[in-house]
Protein backbone atom coordinates (compact mmCIF):
# COMPACT_ATOMS: atom_id res chain seq x y z
CA UNK A 1 0.00 0.00 0.00
CA UNK A 2 2.78 2.57 0.76
CA UNK A 3 4.34 1.75 -2.32
CA UNK A 4 1.25 2.34 -4.23
CA UNK A 5 0.23 5.33 -2.87
CA UNK A 6 3.88 6.80 -2.95
CA UNK A 7 4.37 6.00 -6.87
CA UNK A 8 0.50 7.76 -7.22
CA UNK A 9 2.52 10.83 -5.52
CA UNK A 10 5.21 10.93 -7.80
CA UNK A 11 2.41 10.49 -10.95
CA UNK A 12 0.76 13.30 -9.34
CA UNK A 13 3.71 15.93 -8.73
CA UNK A 14 5.53 14.52 -11.96
CA UNK A 15 3.24 16.72 -14.24
CA UNK A 16 3.87 16.86 -18.51
CA UNK A 17 4.93 19.91 -18.45
CA UNK A 18 8.21 19.55 -16.05
CA UNK A 19 8.49 16.32 -17.95
CA UNK A 20 9.04 18.81 -20.86
CA UNK A 21 11.54 20.88 -19.18
CA UNK A 22 13.31 18.24 -18.89
CA UNK A 23 13.30 17.05 -22.09
CA UNK A 24 14.01 20.11 -23.68
CA UNK A 25 17.35 20.82 -21.73
CA UNK A 26 18.53 17.36 -21.91
CA UNK A 27 18.11 16.81 -25.38
CA UNK A 28 20.98 19.56 -25.85
CA UNK A 29 22.87 17.92 -22.96
CA UNK A 30 22.69 14.31 -23.18
CA UNK A 31 20.67 13.29 -26.64
CA UNK A 32 21.27 9.40 -26.31
CA UNK A 33 19.35 9.71 -22.75
CA UNK A 34 15.85 11.53 -24.35
CA UNK A 35 16.34 9.29 -27.49
CA UNK A 36 16.17 5.91 -24.72
CA UNK A 37 13.45 7.01 -23.33
CA UNK A 38 11.23 8.02 -25.93
CA UNK A 39 12.11 4.68 -27.64
CA UNK A 40 11.26 3.26 -23.41
CA UNK A 41 7.63 1.85 -22.50
CA UNK A 42 7.54 4.91 -19.68
CA UNK A 43 7.58 7.37 -22.79
CA UNK A 44 4.46 5.30 -24.70
CA UNK A 45 2.15 4.40 -21.98
CA UNK A 46 -0.16 7.28 -21.26
CA UNK A 47 -1.70 6.00 -18.00
CA UNK A 48 0.40 6.05 -15.17
CA UNK A 49 3.52 7.44 -16.86
CA UNK A 50 6.19 7.65 -15.66
CA UNK A 51 8.28 10.93 -15.90
CA UNK A 52 11.45 11.61 -15.28
CA UNK A 53 10.40 13.31 -12.38
CA UNK A 54 8.84 9.87 -11.20
CA UNK A 55 12.71 8.34 -10.45
CA UNK A 56 14.52 11.29 -10.07
CA UNK A 57 12.30 14.04 -8.46
CA UNK A 58 11.72 17.33 -8.61
CA UNK A 59 14.59 19.13 -6.84
CA UNK A 60 17.02 19.81 -9.91
CA UNK A 61 15.37 22.07 -12.17
CA UNK A 62 18.58 24.02 -13.97
CA UNK A 63 22.76 23.60 -15.01
CA UNK A 64 23.42 24.79 -11.71
CA UNK A 65 21.62 22.38 -8.99
CA UNK A 66 22.37 19.24 -11.38
CA UNK A 67 23.53 17.30 -7.97
CA UNK A 68 19.76 17.11 -6.96
CA UNK A 69 18.82 15.11 -9.26
CA UNK A 70 17.84 11.80 -7.10
CA UNK A 71 19.64 8.71 -8.66
CA UNK A 72 17.46 5.61 -8.48
CA UNK A 73 17.76 2.56 -6.77
CA UNK A 74 16.18 -0.96 -6.65
CA UNK A 75 13.30 0.56 -4.28
CA UNK A 76 12.66 3.78 -7.19
CA UNK A 77 11.93 0.87 -9.83
CA UNK A 78 10.53 -1.12 -6.85
CA UNK A 79 7.35 1.38 -6.36
CA UNK A 80 6.09 -0.11 -10.00
CA UNK A 81 7.47 -2.99 -10.27
CA UNK A 82 7.13 -4.46 -6.73
CA UNK A 83 7.31 -8.30 -7.11
CA UNK A 84 10.47 -8.22 -9.66
CA UNK A 85 11.95 -5.82 -6.90
CA UNK A 86 11.09 -8.50 -3.98
CA UNK A 87 12.57 -11.42 -6.57
CA UNK A 88 15.52 -9.72 -7.20
CA UNK A 89 16.04 -9.27 -3.45
CA UNK A 90 16.24 -12.63 -2.31
CA UNK A 91 18.50 -13.31 -4.83
CA UNK A 92 22.16 -13.54 -5.40
CA UNK A 93 22.60 -10.42 -7.67
CA UNK A 94 20.98 -8.57 -4.76
CA UNK A 95 24.29 -9.98 -2.57
CA UNK A 96 26.48 -9.02 -5.92
CA UNK A 97 27.88 -5.42 -3.47
CA UNK A 98 28.00 -7.67 -0.10
CA UNK A 99 30.39 -10.24 -1.75
CA UNK A 100 32.63 -7.37 -3.48
CA UNK A 101 33.31 -5.80 -0.22
CA UNK A 102 33.66 -9.05 1.68
CA UNK A 103 36.51 -10.24 -0.24
CA UNK A 104 39.45 -9.53 1.01
CA UNK A 105 41.51 -8.85 -2.32
CA UNK A 106 38.73 -5.92 -2.73
CA UNK A 107 40.55 -3.27 0.15
CA UNK A 108 44.06 -4.37 -1.65
CA UNK A 109 42.62 -2.97 -4.89
CA UNK A 110 42.84 1.02 -6.26
CA UNK A 111 39.81 2.25 -4.95
CA UNK A 112 39.15 3.17 -8.90
CA UNK A 113 39.18 -0.64 -9.88
CA UNK A 114 36.61 -1.40 -6.93
CA UNK A 115 34.37 1.13 -5.82
CA UNK A 116 35.28 3.32 -9.21
CA UNK A 117 33.66 0.79 -10.68
CA UNK A 118 36.69 -0.14 -13.32
CA UNK A 119 37.37 -3.35 -12.23
CA UNK A 120 35.28 -5.58 -9.46
CA UNK A 121 32.39 -2.94 -8.81
CA UNK A 122 31.56 -2.60 -12.62
CA UNK A 123 29.55 -5.75 -12.56
CA UNK A 124 28.95 -6.42 -8.33
CA UNK A 125 27.05 -2.71 -8.57
CA UNK A 126 24.16 -4.45 -9.05
CA UNK A 127 23.99 -5.71 -5.60
CA UNK A 128 21.92 -3.16 -2.80
CA UNK A 129 23.94 -1.15 -1.19
CA UNK A 130 22.04 0.20 2.27
CA UNK A 131 21.63 3.94 2.09
CA UNK A 132 25.06 5.18 3.90
CA UNK A 133 26.91 3.07 1.57
CA UNK A 134 25.30 5.10 -1.04
CA UNK A 135 25.77 8.37 0.62
CA UNK A 136 29.96 7.16 0.91
CA UNK A 137 30.16 6.40 -2.45
CA UNK A 138 28.33 9.63 -3.82
CA UNK A 139 30.86 11.88 -1.21
CA UNK A 140 33.61 9.71 -3.33
CA UNK A 141 31.69 11.16 -6.90
CA UNK A 142 30.11 8.28 -7.67
CA UNK A 143 26.44 9.09 -8.62
CA UNK A 144 25.95 6.20 -11.01
CA UNK A 145 25.40 2.61 -10.97
CA UNK A 146 23.09 2.24 -7.72
CA UNK A 147 19.90 1.44 -10.22
CA UNK A 148 20.77 -2.82 -9.93
CA UNK A 149 17.67 -3.18 -12.47
CA UNK A 150 19.73 -0.93 -15.01
CA UNK A 151 22.26 -3.77 -15.19
CA UNK A 152 19.71 -5.84 -17.35
CA UNK A 153 17.68 -3.34 -18.50
CA UNK A 154 19.67 -0.39 -19.24
CA UNK A 155 18.69 2.98 -18.74
CA UNK A 156 16.76 4.87 -20.28
CA UNK A 157 14.97 2.31 -22.43
CA UNK A 158 14.64 -0.29 -19.46
CA UNK A 159 13.58 -2.76 -22.08
CA UNK A 160 11.99 -5.92 -20.94
CA UNK A 161 13.02 -7.37 -24.39
CA UNK A 162 16.52 -6.40 -24.08
CA UNK A 163 16.44 -8.15 -20.37
CA UNK A 164 15.49 -11.23 -21.61
CA UNK A 165 18.19 -11.56 -24.75
CA UNK A 166 21.22 -13.79 -23.49
CA UNK A 167 23.67 -10.99 -24.24
CA UNK A 168 22.29 -9.10 -21.51
CA UNK A 169 23.93 -10.98 -19.04
CA UNK A 170 27.53 -10.78 -21.55
CA UNK A 171 29.19 -7.88 -19.77
CA UNK A 172 29.60 -9.27 -16.42
CA UNK A 173 29.46 -13.19 -16.83
CA UNK A 174 32.61 -13.14 -18.88
CA UNK A 175 36.13 -13.50 -18.85
CA UNK A 176 38.71 -14.76 -16.26
CA UNK A 177 37.01 -16.29 -13.43
CA UNK A 178 33.31 -16.57 -14.84
CA UNK A 179 33.55 -17.14 -18.92
CA UNK A 180 29.56 -18.15 -19.04
CA UNK A 181 28.65 -16.00 -21.54
CA UNK A 182 32.11 -17.92 -24.09
CA UNK A 183 30.97 -21.07 -23.06
CA UNK A 184 27.59 -20.61 -23.76
CA UNK A 185 27.40 -18.88 -26.74
CA UNK A 186 29.99 -21.51 -28.41
CA UNK A 187 28.19 -24.27 -26.65
CA UNK A 188 24.95 -25.76 -29.20
CA UNK A 189 22.46 -24.41 -26.83
CA UNK A 190 23.72 -20.59 -27.59
CA UNK A 191 24.43 -20.83 -31.10
CA UNK A 192 21.04 -21.90 -32.07
CA UNK A 193 19.15 -19.15 -29.76
CA UNK A 194 21.69 -16.78 -31.62
CA UNK A 195 20.64 -18.84 -35.05
CA UNK A 196 16.91 -18.08 -33.77
CA UNK A 197 17.88 -14.43 -33.01
CA UNK A 198 19.37 -13.91 -36.96
CA UNK A 199 16.49 -15.80 -38.44
CA UNK A 200 17.86 -18.84 -39.55
CA UNK A 201 16.16 -20.80 -36.82
CA UNK A 202 11.99 -20.60 -36.80
CA UNK A 203 10.71 -18.76 -33.29
CA UNK A 204 9.42 -22.18 -32.93
CA UNK A 205 12.94 -23.64 -32.13
CA UNK A 206 14.79 -25.00 -28.96
CA UNK A 207 17.22 -22.83 -28.07
CA UNK A 208 17.62 -21.95 -24.34
CA UNK A 209 19.39 -19.12 -23.12
CA UNK A 210 20.81 -17.87 -19.98
CA UNK A 211 17.37 -16.92 -18.77
CA UNK A 212 15.51 -19.90 -19.85
CA UNK A 213 18.02 -21.54 -17.12
CA UNK A 214 18.89 -19.00 -14.37
CA UNK A 215 15.35 -17.26 -14.58
CA UNK A 216 12.43 -19.98 -14.52
CA UNK A 217 9.22 -18.23 -15.67
CA UNK A 218 10.57 -14.58 -15.26
CA UNK A 219 12.21 -14.80 -11.52
CA UNK A 220 14.37 -12.61 -10.74
CA UNK A 221 16.32 -14.81 -7.49
CA UNK A 222 19.32 -16.16 -10.16
CA UNK A 223 20.69 -19.12 -8.41
CA UNK A 224 22.70 -22.53 -8.93
CA UNK A 225 22.59 -25.87 -6.76
CA UNK A 226 26.54 -25.48 -6.64
CA UNK A 227 26.81 -21.68 -6.10
CA UNK A 228 29.47 -19.56 -7.77
CA UNK A 229 32.62 -21.70 -5.73
CA UNK A 230 31.08 -25.13 -6.00
CA UNK A 231 31.33 -25.98 -2.85
CA UNK A 232 28.69 -26.98 -0.44
CA UNK A 233 27.25 -28.41 2.90
CA UNK A 234 27.01 -31.41 3.57
CA UNK A 235 30.47 -32.74 2.69
CA UNK A 236 30.36 -35.47 0.09
CA UNK A 237 30.30 -39.48 1.66
CA UNK A 238 33.22 -40.05 -0.72
CA UNK A 239 35.96 -39.84 1.80
CA UNK A 240 38.53 -38.78 -1.09
CA UNK A 241 35.67 -36.10 -1.93
CA UNK A 242 35.16 -35.32 1.37
CA UNK A 243 38.59 -34.06 2.30
CA UNK A 244 39.51 -32.63 -0.97
CA UNK A 245 36.53 -30.38 -0.20
CA UNK A 246 37.63 -29.80 3.38
CA UNK A 247 40.99 -28.83 2.06
CA UNK A 248 39.47 -26.05 0.09
CA UNK A 249 36.98 -24.85 2.63
CA UNK A 250 40.20 -24.38 4.72
CA UNK A 251 42.46 -22.16 1.43
CA UNK A 252 38.72 -20.22 1.25
CA UNK A 253 39.54 -19.39 4.83
CA UNK A 254 35.61 -20.77 6.06
CA UNK A 255 37.40 -23.86 7.88
CA UNK A 256 40.66 -23.38 9.95
CA UNK A 257 44.00 -25.53 9.60
CA UNK A 258 42.03 -28.11 11.66
CA UNK A 259 39.22 -28.10 10.25
CA UNK A 260 36.96 -25.38 12.27
CA UNK A 261 34.90 -22.88 11.13
CA UNK A 262 35.93 -19.47 11.39
CA UNK A 263 34.30 -15.95 11.47
CA UNK A 264 34.48 -15.73 7.61
CA UNK A 265 31.96 -18.58 7.37
CA UNK A 266 29.33 -16.04 8.13
CA UNK A 267 30.74 -13.88 5.58
CA UNK A 268 29.74 -16.93 3.04
CA UNK A 269 26.19 -17.55 4.77
CA UNK A 270 25.51 -13.40 4.06
CA UNK A 271 26.63 -13.18 0.61
CA UNK A 272 24.70 -17.02 0.15
CA UNK A 273 27.80 -18.06 -2.21
CA UNK A 274 27.13 -21.80 -1.33
CA UNK A 275 24.25 -24.06 -0.17
CA UNK A 276 25.44 -24.80 3.17
CA UNK A 277 22.50 -27.65 3.40
CA UNK A 278 20.69 -30.46 1.49
CA UNK A 279 17.58 -28.95 1.35
CA UNK A 280 19.09 -25.57 -0.91
CA UNK A 281 20.98 -27.72 -3.11
CA UNK A 282 18.10 -30.08 -3.73
CA UNK A 283 15.64 -27.12 -4.66
CA UNK A 284 18.18 -25.55 -7.14
CA UNK A 285 18.58 -28.94 -8.61
CA UNK A 286 15.31 -29.99 -9.06
CA UNK A 287 14.25 -26.39 -10.17
CA UNK A 288 17.37 -26.76 -13.07
CA UNK A 289 16.10 -30.44 -14.06
CA UNK A 290 12.61 -29.36 -14.30
CA UNK A 291 13.82 -26.77 -17.35
CA UNK A 292 15.98 -29.05 -18.79
CA UNK A 293 12.82 -31.60 -19.39
CA UNK A 294 11.08 -28.91 -21.32
CA UNK A 295 13.68 -30.61 -24.30
CA UNK A 296 14.94 -33.37 -22.95
CA UNK A 297 14.04 -36.50 -20.84
CA UNK A 298 14.32 -35.93 -17.20
CA UNK A 299 17.10 -39.08 -17.08
CA UNK A 300 19.35 -37.41 -19.89
CA UNK A 301 18.97 -34.02 -17.71
CA UNK A 302 19.67 -35.61 -14.52
CA UNK A 303 22.54 -37.56 -16.20
CA UNK A 304 24.42 -34.46 -17.27
CA UNK A 305 23.93 -32.74 -14.00
CA UNK A 306 25.93 -35.65 -12.01
CA UNK A 307 28.64 -35.74 -15.05
CA UNK A 308 28.98 -32.16 -13.95
CA UNK A 309 29.15 -32.90 -10.24
CA UNK A 310 31.87 -35.53 -11.05
CA UNK A 311 34.10 -33.10 -13.03
CA UNK A 312 33.66 -30.92 -9.97
CA UNK A 313 35.15 -33.98 -8.04
CA UNK A 314 37.86 -34.75 -10.06
CA UNK A 315 39.22 -30.79 -10.19
CA UNK A 316 38.71 -30.62 -6.53
CA UNK A 317 41.00 -33.01 -6.14
CA UNK A 318 43.77 -31.58 -8.69
CA UNK A 319 43.42 -28.28 -6.78
CA UNK A 320 43.59 -29.64 -2.97
CA UNK A 321 46.75 -31.10 -4.16
CA UNK A 322 48.35 -27.77 -4.82
CA UNK A 323 46.83 -26.29 -1.62
CA UNK A 324 48.16 -28.91 0.25
CA UNK A 325 52.00 -28.69 -1.52
CA UNK A 326 52.08 -24.37 -0.73
CA UNK A 327 50.38 -25.31 3.05
CA UNK A 328 53.62 -27.98 3.09
CA UNK A 329 55.86 -25.05 2.23
CA UNK A 330 54.40 -22.70 4.72
CA UNK A 331 54.49 -25.39 7.75
CA UNK A 332 58.06 -25.95 6.86
CA UNK A 333 59.41 -22.40 6.88
CA UNK A 334 60.11 -22.52 3.08
CA UNK A 335 58.04 -19.72 1.99
CA UNK A 336 56.73 -16.95 4.41
CA UNK A 337 52.76 -16.61 5.33
CA UNK A 338 51.84 -13.51 4.34
CA UNK A 339 50.65 -11.09 6.88
CA UNK A 340 47.15 -10.72 5.64
CA UNK A 341 46.40 -14.56 5.67
CA UNK A 342 45.04 -15.68 8.97
CA UNK A 343 46.86 -18.72 8.83
CA UNK A 344 49.65 -21.03 7.58
CA UNK A 345 47.74 -21.88 4.73
CA UNK A 346 47.08 -20.51 1.28
CA UNK A 347 44.23 -18.16 1.39
CA UNK A 348 42.31 -18.03 -2.15
CA UNK A 349 40.20 -15.28 -1.37
CA UNK A 350 43.60 -13.25 -1.23
CA UNK A 351 43.11 -13.70 -5.41
CA UNK A 352 46.05 -11.93 -7.86
CA UNK A 353 47.69 -10.46 -4.26
CA UNK A 354 49.30 -13.68 -3.40
CA UNK A 355 53.01 -12.59 -3.53
CA UNK A 356 55.00 -15.61 -4.80
CA UNK A 357 54.78 -16.65 -8.82
CA UNK A 358 53.92 -20.33 -7.02
CA UNK A 359 51.08 -18.96 -5.09
CA UNK A 360 49.52 -16.93 -7.75
CA UNK A 361 49.95 -19.94 -9.97
CA UNK A 362 46.82 -21.62 -7.61
CA UNK A 363 45.38 -18.49 -7.80
CA UNK A 364 44.64 -19.21 -11.01
CA UNK A 365 43.95 -22.86 -11.09
CA UNK A 366 41.47 -21.97 -8.74
CA UNK A 367 39.26 -19.33 -10.22
CA UNK A 368 40.57 -19.78 -13.75
CA UNK A 369 40.52 -23.51 -14.28
CA UNK A 370 38.81 -24.69 -12.04
CA UNK A 371 35.73 -22.45 -13.01
CA UNK A 372 36.01 -23.54 -16.48
CA UNK A 373 36.35 -27.44 -16.07
CA UNK A 374 32.79 -27.71 -14.01
CA UNK A 375 31.18 -24.38 -15.66
CA UNK A 376 32.39 -25.93 -18.97
CA UNK A 377 30.68 -29.13 -18.14
CA UNK A 378 26.74 -27.73 -16.93
CA UNK A 379 27.06 -25.42 -20.05
CA UNK A 380 27.93 -27.91 -22.43
CA UNK A 381 30.91 -26.77 -23.65
CA UNK A 382 33.51 -29.63 -24.41
CA UNK A 383 36.75 -27.75 -24.88
CA UNK A 384 36.29 -25.28 -22.01
CA UNK A 385 35.35 -28.31 -20.06
CA UNK A 386 38.36 -30.28 -21.18
CA UNK A 387 41.66 -27.77 -22.62
CA UNK A 388 40.91 -24.49 -20.78
CA UNK A 389 39.44 -25.95 -17.55
CA UNK A 390 41.10 -29.73 -16.95
CA UNK A 391 43.89 -29.69 -19.16
CA UNK A 392 45.21 -26.26 -17.87
CA UNK A 393 45.27 -27.59 -14.15
CA UNK A 394 47.13 -30.72 -14.71
CA UNK A 395 49.46 -27.83 -15.83
CA UNK A 396 49.30 -25.93 -13.33
CA UNK A 397 49.82 -29.00 -10.46
CA UNK A 398 52.68 -29.67 -12.93
CA UNK A 399 53.86 -26.34 -12.24
CA UNK A 400 53.28 -26.10 -8.86
CA UNK A 401 55.41 -29.08 -7.90
CA UNK A 402 58.02 -28.17 -9.79
CA UNK A 403 58.22 -24.90 -7.93
CA UNK A 404 57.97 -26.34 -5.07
CA UNK A 405 60.57 -28.55 -5.19
CA UNK A 406 62.97 -25.69 -6.34
CA UNK A 407 61.79 -23.74 -3.28
CA UNK A 408 62.67 -26.54 -0.94
CA UNK A 409 66.07 -27.04 -3.03
CA UNK A 410 67.02 -23.23 -2.63
CA UNK A 411 66.02 -23.59 0.74
CA UNK A 412 67.92 -26.44 2.20
CA UNK A 413 70.84 -25.02 0.82
CA UNK A 414 70.26 -21.54 2.61
CA UNK A 415 69.95 -23.13 5.63
CA UNK A 416 73.02 -25.50 5.30
CA UNK A 417 74.83 -22.38 4.05
CA UNK A 418 73.79 -20.72 7.83
CA UNK A 419 74.72 -23.74 10.07
CA UNK A 420 78.25 -23.53 8.81
Known sequence: MFKLVAFLLGIVLAMPAFADECVKCHQKISPGVVKDWEASKHSTVKKGRATCATCHGRDHKDMEDAKLAKMPTAATCGSCHD??????????????WTVM??????????????????????????GSKSEDEVKALRSQGIEHGNASCDACHTRHTFSKKEAQAPQACQTCHMGFDHPQW??????????????????????????????????????????TAWGFLAVRLPLPEDPIWKADQITI????????????????????????????????FDKERKKMIKTCTRCHSENFASGEMEKGDQIIRQA???????????????????LTKPASYAYEFPDLLAFHDAPTPIEHKLF?????????????????????????????MLLDLAEIKSTAEDLRDKHARKSSVAKR
Not at 250 to 279: C, H, I, S
Open 316 to 334: DHQLAEAIRIIAGLYKDGV
Open 182 to 223: EMYSSSKHGVRALLKQIGILPETAAAPTCQTCHMQDGNHEVR
Open 101 to 126: KAMPTTHMLPMQLAAGMKGCGGCHKL
Open 249 to 280: LQALGVLDPQGNPTARLEAVKAADVARLDQAS
Open 83 to 96: EQESQFLKGKHALA
Open 364 to 392: VMHLKHRMRAFQGAFHSNPDYALWYGWSA
